[in-house]
């Protein structure tokens, strides 16, 4: 694989220039960018497979010069340092990302996923959707979702999604057109992601947008109507919770 690297601190590119050339001889180093300008002349020279670009640099970050690359043929795997913000931006868009100091084993793991992606063909076309997270950082609620399925992606506004659903390890996305998307992870890893948001997982197999409830019924732990008309039982252990956050979220 083709790669360059782009990062605006020289130690970043030492560090990671080393870690890749000890644990995956499979990437060969091309060029190594300070800024935004040189990185969009070598990746036209070059046409690169992969390009590790740090998000936030001086000037023009990597996410704004990414955007103006029209139709960009190869994967990205971006790397930043801590921020909780700019992390679940990327997370949201489920891209390919590093965080500093980079971690050996994960970029083992990322490298080998665009190594596959590239082998089948499927270089991914997220940019539009980070683009626009990177822009509501702070603000998870209004950012889109990026769902990864057997044929690509699909993107997807939270005020889209009624409820997500456990099936085992994957995860089966509800819909308001109807349409069902099956996702190959966990309600966990989108409980997680969510919980800053309108979504709240009220059963081990049931994560809600609350946004969608429209009736409770009380019991034990009480059963909620969704709008797609879905009634979806609510934990005795999650009824408190449940309660508390429609106050929060209502405003009552």
Same mark, same amino acid.
């Given at each position: 694989?083709?790669?360059? &690297? @782009?990062?605006?601190?020289?130690?970043?590119?030492?560090? #990671? +220039?080393?870690?890749?050339?000890?644990?995956?001889? =499979?990437?060969?180093?091309?060029?190594?960018?300070?800024?935004?300008?040189?990185?969009t002349k070598k990746i036209k020279e070059i046409q690169p497979d992969l390009v590790f670009l740090d998000v936030r640099m001086p000037g023009k970050s990597g996410?704004?010069?990414?955007?103006?690359?029209?139709?960009?043929?190869?994967?990205?795997?971006?790397?930043?340092?801590?921020?909780?913000?700019?992390?679940?931006?990327?997370?949201?868009?489920?891209?390919?990302?590093?965080?500093?100091?980079?971690?050996?084993?994960? &970029? @083992?793991?990322?490298?080998?996923?665009?190594?596959?992606? #590239? +082998?089948?063909?499927?270089?991914?076309?997220?940019? =539009?959707a980070l683009l626009h997270n990177i822009t509501k950082a702070g603000f998870p609620a209004e950012m889109r979702l990026c769902l990864p399925t057997q044929k690509g992606f699909t993107i997807v506004k939270l005020e889209e999604i009624i409820y997500c659903e456990a099936q085992r390890s994957y995860t089966i996305f509800r819909l308001v057109s109807n349409k069902s998307i099956l996702i190959s992870k966990p309600l966990f890893d989108y409980d997680r992601l969510l919980s800053d948001t309108t979504f709240l997982r009220i059963h081990k197999s049931f994560l809600i947008n609350l946004m969608h409830v429209k009736e409770y019924a009380r019991g034990e732990g009480g059963t909620v109507i969704m709008t797609n008309d879905m009634e979806i039982e609510v934990s005795r252990r999650k009824k408190e919770q449940f309660l508390d956050k429609i106050k929060e979220v209502f405003k009552y």
């Open positions: 694989m083709k790669a360059i &690297l @782009v990062d605006d601190e020289p130690d970043g590119i030492r560090t #990671l +220039k080393r870690m890749l050339e000890l644990n995956c001889p =499979e990437v060969v180093i091309e060029a190594s960018c300070m800024n935004a300008a040189d990185a996410v704004e010069m990414l955007a103006e690359i029209p139709s960009p043929g190869f994967e990205v795997i971006f790397v930043t340092a801590h921020n909780e913000y700019i992390l679940q931006a990327l997370q949201f868009s489920a891209v390919d990302y590093l965080m500093k100091p980079v971690d050996e084993d994960r &970029l @083992v793991e990322a490298v080998k996923r665009v190594n596959s992606r #590239l +082998k089948d063909k499927k270089t991914e076309g997220k940019t =539009e």
